[in-house]
């Protein structure tokens, strides 16, 4: 079995473990309820009062219908924010995730936090300091694309990245 469908199996059980079912996460958060990694109002005062990175940019990841598991042929491109976190550590990310419109409103917020969340935890998997990434879910709220067929929604099931420093 290749080695990277494995992992993302494996990113995909835990989160699944400790997001549960009904949980409904708006805002920004480090993707934990007790403050594991410290003071969260001073961390979400480093993204927020940051400034916006805007010499680079990436590719956002796009997620299969219903789905929060990294497809095998975005893990570069989730990669690629690693590298750059990795040789730029006074970097932090706000990985954001989006949905479709199909669905419910809670549901596609769940969904979209599972997705920031999985992205989250690959990058920390690869060894990027967990305090540097917060996740925050848009849910159906902010489409690339106004559409309503399936070019669209594969547009809009995506986690994108804000950069700051």
């Not at 992205?119 to 559409?147: C, H, K």
Request: proline share 2%; net charge negative.
């Amino acid at each position: 079995m290749n080695t990277k469908y494995f992992f993302t199996i494996a990113i995909a059980i835990t989160l699944i473990a400790l997001t549960g079912c009904g949980r409904k996460t708006t805002g920004i958060n480090n993707g934990y309820e007790d403050d594991v990694f410290g003071n969260d109002i001073a961390m979400e005062a480093r993204f927020e009062n940051g400034t916006l990175v805007t010499e680079v940019s990436f590719s956002d990841i796009k997620f299969s219908y219903d789905s929060f598991i990294i497809p095998a042929n975005e893990v570069a491109d989730v990669e690629a924010v690693i590298d750059y976190m990795t040789a730029n550590p006074g970097i932090v990310v706000i990985c954001e995730g989006h949905c479709d419109e199909r669905g419910t409103t809670d549901y596609n917020l769940s969904l979209g936090e599972n997705r920031a969340q999985s992205v989250r935890a690959y990058m920390v998997n690869a060894g990027i300091n967990p305090t540097r990434i917060q996740t925050r879910s848009m849910g159906e709220d902010d489409p690339l694309d106004f559409g309503h067929n399936s070019s669209a929604w594969m547009n809009n099931r995506r986690v994108e990245f804000e950069l700051y420093r």
